[in-house]
């Protein structure tokens, strides 16, 4: 196998993007648990993602939702992110909780409706070249409930129409990046339900348009990791949304549900180029902290995403290959297995101690004090959460 000390540079690439929503209330539609000490707003989720990041060396940027962080001056935003030593990163548009998107938004069968929402995403473009983000993320809860409902092939051509002029307005050195889902919150059919429908679109776009690929938006039992190979070998695999999931889109700790599908999600990222200062695929979390304190789940969620990069960094290349070719197949999975069941934590607590960061980065926050400053601090105002 690999040695550690071979990959410890490579580690030191990982960057992985920490989503504002994460820092705010959140829950299900049964229930929100609202936590003491929660943002109120954008510059204290920034605050809040920083503490991540101090302890790991790990988040070094911070995704926005538009309207949610729509704040009166994004240059004070931004130098308040960079006085916490972070930067603020992909922008998200929004167009799921407007009354007027009912039936739809991008593909909405009105075209006063339809550009409403590419005016929303003119906004966020503006907002990026105010924040410095490269990246837009759309995601789109557009689709019908009911088989006639609507006519699927219209809302498809309405899509591209509605994507093409907001592509036109994205700049040099920025890019659109479209997600997929399944299902949810439309039940019959989702107009970008799958990532071929998203690289059909992001295809006939052009370059600087690509896929984003979050890991709770598939069926159960779905190869994402062959998802993955492949828009890669199609150099359209923009980003990931990285979270876990038991049954549909879970959003819980990345590696919570199944540690092993991450490692070769990730053996497939570095394999197919797409890792660290050989690409350009943004790593990202997406994810809600519904019972358990968020800092800290968020600390827990790049810590699993850094162990199991660490582990499948370990794969023996050159011996897989080899044994791939040869056609041995139990040589083959036994090297990859090798990686997967190597316990990386000793070492990536040394290689956090040589860099000047705590060994244990969950302790270390526990043990600093902020969770009771900000519960002491934040009283008076309304805790962020959803739609707010
Ligand atoms: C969606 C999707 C988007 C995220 C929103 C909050 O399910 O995953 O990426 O912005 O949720
Ligand atoms: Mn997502």
Redesign the pocket.
């Known amino acids: 196998m690999t040695n550690f000390a071979d990959v410890s540079d490579r580690l030191a690439e990982q960057a992985i993007e920490l989503p504002s ?1 994460a820092f705010g209330n959140s829950g299900t539609r049964f229930k929100v648990f609202a936590q003491p000490g929660v943002p109120r707003d954008p510059f204290e989720k920034i605050a809040d993602a920083a503490q991540v990041h101090k302890y790991t060396a790990l988040s070094p940027s911070v995704a926005l ?1 538009i309207p949610w962080d729509k704040v009166a001056s994004y240059a004070d935003l931004k130098k308040h992110a960079e006085d916490h030593g972070v930067a603020l990163g992909t922008i ?1 548009s929004n167009t799921f909780q407007d009354d007027i998107y009912k039936l739809g938004s991008l593909t909405h069968s009105d075209a006063k409706t339809r550009q409403t929402a590419i005016d929303h995403h003119f906004e966020c473009i503006d907002i990026m070249g105010e924040t410095g983000s490269r990246d837009l ?1 759309i ?1 789109l809860a557009d689709g019908t409930n009911y088989p006639g409902q609507d006519d699927m092939r219209g809302r498809q051509d309405r899509l591209t129409d509605s994507l093409q002029k907001i592509y036109e307005r994205i700049g040099e050195g920025q890019r659109l990046v479209l ?1 997929y ?1 399944i299902f949810e919150p439309a039940f019959y059919h989702m107009d970008v339900p799958d990532w071929g429908t998203s690289y059909a679109q992001v295809a006939a776009l052009g370059d600087r348009a690509t896929v984003c690929l ?1 890991t709770g ?1 598939h069926a159960p039992s779905t190869n994402i990791e062959f998802i993955v190979m492949q828009l890669l070998r199609l150099g359209k695999l923009g980003s990931f ?1 990285f979270n876990s999931r038991f049954y549909a ?1 879970d959003d819980l700790i990345v590696g919570a549900a199944d540690p092993f599908q991450l490692f070769r999600i990730i053996v497939e990222v570095i394999r197919g180029g797409g890792y660290g200062s050989d690409g350009d695929t943004a790593f990202m979390l ?1 994810q809600c902290h519904n019972i358990e304190d968020k800092i800290p789940g968020q600390i827990r969620s790049v810590l699993n995403v850094q162990e199991m990069t660490a582990r499948a960094l370990l794969v023996d290349r050159a011996a897989l290959s080899a044994a791939q070719l040869a056609g041995d197949v139990l040589a083959a999975h036994g090297i990859l297995m090798d990686a997967f069941y190597t316990d990386v934590r000793p070492m990536l607590a040394s290689w956090r101690e040589e860099r000047g960061l705590p060994a244990d980065p969950m302790a270390a926050y526990a043990e600093s004090g902020y969770a009771a400053s900000i519960i002491e601090g934040r009283v008076g105002g309304a805790q962020a959460g959803w739609g707010a």
Do not use: A, I, Q, R
């Open positions: 929503w939702h998200n993320k995601w997600e889902k979050d938006h949304d889109d997406d």
